[in-house]
């Protein structure tokens, strides 16, 4: 390992450091991507009833908000129930647009990784392969052996990016395909919360219609009995 190490030359430096961080990436983001990190079960339903039951505490908001990612955006639907509904839903995207943002943390130094690693070990080939014909230039071609183990050593970093980069590149992806998915779902059952939470809103909306149309009619038939009256 320390012949191919030493064969890389400089290059070997940023790829090694490189492989290393896109190792700890992918552990951290197995470990803060698990389904019971961010949507474990029971948590929508608990919001649910709690917002149906209309006993809402700041206690029960901060449970919800501390228990998951899901719950810090149904948190932000509940602490805001009997607001109208466009405060409510303005509040829940702007909690689900941070939700996002922290499980997307660390997926750009993934994507990184897997963009430069190959180029670092196409640089490191190009620079080998420099050092290779210069040699060649000052002392002739000299035995074909040498030589292709010089090309062979320079291709080396090549390799090494590539193997860094493919693994990098399918974890980035696959990652990105989970928060897609648990975006979805938080969606959805924020969806839920907010037509709950936003339900007294409209009552009381339909009950001041319903009472502004009842006095409406009442001044009528008093009108007509005036009117009766008067003939």
């Known amino acids: 390992m320390s012949d191919i190490i030493g064969a890389m030359g400089l290059m070997a430096f940023p790829l090694i450091i490189s492989s290393i961080i896109?190792?700890?990436v992918i552990a951290s983001l197995f470990v803060t991507l698990?389904?019971?990190?961010?949507?474990?079960d029971g948590v929508a339903d608990t919001a649910k009833k709690?917002?149906?039951?209309?006993k809402v505490t700041p206690a029960h908001i901060q449970q919800i908000h501390d228990s998951s990612l899901l719950g810090r955006v149904l948190a932000s639907g509940l602490e805001n129930i009997g607001q109208p509904r466009h405060v409510i839903k303005e509040n829940i995207e702007e909690s689900g647009r941070h939700v996002?943002?922290?499980?997307?943390?660390?997926?750009?130094t993934l994507g990184t990784?897997?963009?430069?690693?190959?180029?670092?070990g196409l640089l490191g080939t190009v620079i080998g392969m420099i050092d290779v014909f210069s040699v060649i230039t000052a002392q002739g071609v000299g035995s074909p052996t040498e030589l292709a183990g010089g090309i062979s050593k320079a291709l080396m970093t090549t390799a090494f990016?590539?193997?860094?980069?493919?693994?990098?590149?399918?974890f980035h992806r696959y990652f990105r395909g989970r928060i897609t998915n648990?975006?979805?779902?938080m969606e959805k059952e924020a969806i839920k919360i907010l037509s709950i939470a936003s339900a007294p809103q409209r009552r009381v909306t339909d009950s001041i219609t319903t009472n502004a149309s009842n006095k409406r009619k009442l001044a009528a038939a008093q009108a007509q009995i005036r009117k009766g009256r008067v003939a």
Do not use: D, F, N, Q
Not at 50 to 54: D, F, R
Not at 100 to 108: I, R
Not at 114 to 120: F, M, R, S
Not at 182 to 185: D, H, K, R, V
């Open 50 to 54: 709690l917002a149906l039951s209309g």
């Open 22 to 24: 896109a190792i700890a």
């Open 34 to 40: 698990a389904r019971k990190k961010v949507i474990p």
């Open 113 to 120: 990784i897997a963009a430069i690693a190959p180029l670092l």
């Open 100 to 108: 996002v943002h922290s499980m997307e943390k660390y997926m750009t």
């Open 161 to 170: 990016g590539i193997t860094i980069a493919v693994p990098a590149l399918i």
């Open 182 to 185: 648990y975006a979805i779902e």
